[in-house]
């Protein structure tokens, strides 16, 4: 059988499959007493250093407290920490003091201290050490069948030529063989048949697909944003993905693929910021929080991708501690989520920036042919309101008509009669329809009020608007700088005006206005196409004019740019590729 170290070999300079494979051991006894530690101990026995005692670090542990040194290393009997865990001496105050340990755990750190109680220091742990040659000889293969012969397991028997086949298939592209691919493996007598095979695989562009997503999981790629009640997909984002599987295939070796990330040239830097782009790569927190709550929190979340998925440490747990099991305190994660914070998330034109501004110019242009094209008057609002008794005669079995013999519309009649299906709860203004007082009049009356309110919403409206422009007029005030994406630097930026006092309806009065006027389904809540229904001729000739309008600049639209999802320091100027590329060329 072909030693897996052979198949690695064949795309060896990539290393992507060598970190993905690699083996996972059983925790070392110290680590095993370091997280008893941790667990157990820390909490009184680090900075507090309770009764003088530090048993975050071996030295600490051989100089002691006030009771001498707590541990004698090769004789667990002798020292003081033992002692008091095991509670077998009754002069020894007997720790932890709630809850014992276990007998597991008391075996873990008796077998640790006669080993002469190794411990690791910051930078110390195997992990943190450069790779080293192994053994001239030596396979993965035989060190897998060493470490299971040390622990009484036996290898399974070796496959047949059919499910090996299959094995390997799944294992590099991740599909099944089809039939071709299959008959000329298992009809291959070449005793090398197996690496011609592996050979095969790896030069499929499907090897590139299928490893490809294992670091598209960890980087935490995404096409669109799910984070509120509707599903926003993210155009580009497959530029980033294709990359990820070109690089793959490519070969292209795992010292220069992280610095997709931070390549020398702008546009370079631009398609790797896009693996580890926060603003898509990783959640965007937005809503139901405060600003400053959300920012910290995507800086967490990137922190903990990066150190997860590249150094393989969860440096995230030191968001509120120093790190229990591994060398990483509180400044460090804070020093790395600096970087975060100091990072603007842009989109990166992949065309010549004359374009890009082209474009941007003339979707403005089209903004004010919009507004314009979705103006509507007051009378429509103002006719409707009167259709209130006619619906809910309409509920009782009368015709939907008004008093002057004019069908409603259509739309309008059931809004109003699925909103008077049910009593209004909300506020308090039908209350007297709704036990029975039936008639014109209170028809009228609630008629009036609406009329009223709505009255009282626009001038509310426009005085919060006045308020707001003569802040801005205002000398600038100092705000708390905190770094958000899309270019802000303060939850003043992120929301304007929030800090500006501002008036309102009263509360049963706005209750009414939201559930009449705004409400998706309201009775009054007239879209674009059903304002154009109730407008009279003329007016509905202008706006029939106006739409057409908008709808001919639509089409005059440059064609949109391609673009990626950029990373630079906050308030750089933004990247632009030094030669542009085509769409979907991720190298």
């Known amino acids: 059988m072909l030693p897996y170290q052979e198949v690695f070999r064949m795309r060896g300079r990539s290393g992507l499959l060598i970190l993905i494979a690699t083996l996972t051991a059983q925790a070392s006894t110290e680590e095993a007493a370091r997280k008893i530690l941790a667990s157990r101990c820390w909490a009184c026995h680090t900075q507090m250093a309770m009764g003088g005692l530090r048993l975050d670090s071996r030295d600490a542990m051989l100089r002691g407290g006030k009771s001498g040194p707590a541990l004698v290393a090769g004789d667990a009997a002798k020292s003081r920490l033992y002692q008091a865990v095991s509670r077998a001496l009754p002069a020894v105050k ?47 293969d035989g060190l897998v069948a060493a470490a299971a012969g040390a622990k009484g397991l036996a290898l ?26 299959f008959t000329a493996a298992f009809e291959d007598n070449n005793p090398d048949w197996l690496s011609r095979l592996a050979s095969r695989l790896l030069g499929s562009p499907h090897f590139g697909e299928h490893w490809g997503r294992r670091w598209l999981d960890v980087a935490r790629y995404g096409e669109d944003d799910f984070s509120g009640t509707a599903v926003i997909p993210y155009a580009n ?76 440490v969860t440096v995230a747990c030191a968001r509120c501690h120093d790190h229990k099991y591994d060398p990483f305190t509180a400044q460090d994660y804070y020093a790395l989520a600096g970087v975060f914070a100091s990072t603007a998330y842009k989109e990166c034109p992949l065309v010549p920036r004359i374009r890009s501004q082209s474009l941007e110019e003339t979707q403005g242009g089209n903004g004010l042919g919009r507004k314009r094209a979705e103006q509507v008057p007051d009378r429509a609002i103002r006719a409707a309101g009167r259709t209130f008794w006619i619906a809910d005669r309409s509920v009782h079995g009368s015709h939907g008509r008004s008093s002057r013999g004019q069908l409603l519309h259509a739309k309008v009649l059931e809004r109003w009669k699925t909103y008077l299906a049910k009593p209004e709860e ?47 007029k205002a000398e600038a005030k100092v705000i708390r700088t905190i770094m958000l994406p899309g270019g802000y630097r303060s939850e003043e930026d992120f929301n304007p005006g929030a800090y500006i006092p501002s008036k309102s309806l009263e509360r049963d009065r706005f209750v009414a206005y939201k559930s009449i006027f705004a409400e998706k389904s309201a009775p009054l809540n007239f879209d ?57 060329s991720p190298g």
């Open 94 to 140: 007997p720790m932890p003091p709630d809850a014992a340990l276990s007998p597991e755990e008391l075996a873990t750190l008796d077998h640790w201290i006669k080993e002469g109680a190794p411990w690791s220091d910051a930078g110390d742990h195997w992990s943190f050490r450069p790779l080293t040659q192994n053994r001239k000889g030596q396979s993965i």
């Open 237 to 312: 984002a497959w530029r980033y993905r294709d990359w990820v599987v070109h690089a793959i295939n490519q070969d292209m070796p795992y010292d220069r693929f992280p610095h997709g990330a931070t390549g020398r040239r702008p546009h370079e830097r631009s398609v790797a910021a896009a693996g580890h782009r926060p603003s898509r790569t990783g959640p965007v927190v937005l809503r139901h929080r405060a600003a400053a709550q959300s920012r910290a929190d995507e800086r967490h979340d990137r922190v903990d991708m990066v150190t997860r998925g590249m150094l393989g």
């Open 528 to 584: 674009r196409d059903l304002t154009a229904e109730l407008l009279e001729d003329n007016q509905r000739s202008e706006y029939e004019r106006l739409k057409k309008k908008f709808d001919d600049l639509k089409k005059t639209l440059p064609e949109q740019y391609p673009y990626l999802q950029c990373a630079d320091e906050f308030g750089a100027s933004g990247l632009e590729p030094e030669h542009p590329r085509q769409s979907g």
């Open 426 to 472: 909300s506020h308090p203004f039908l209350k007297n329809w709704f036990q029975g007082r039936r008639d014109a009049g209170e028809a009228e009356s609630f008629q009036r009020l609406l009329l009223e309110i709505l009255a009282e919403k626009k001038a509310v409206d426009e005085d919060n608007r006045r308020s707001v422009e003569q802040a801005k």
């Open 156 to 181: 399974n028997t070796r496959a047949d030529k059919r499910t090996l086949i299959r094995r390997v298939t799944f294992d590099l592209i991740g599909l099944p063989p089809d039939d071709a691919e």
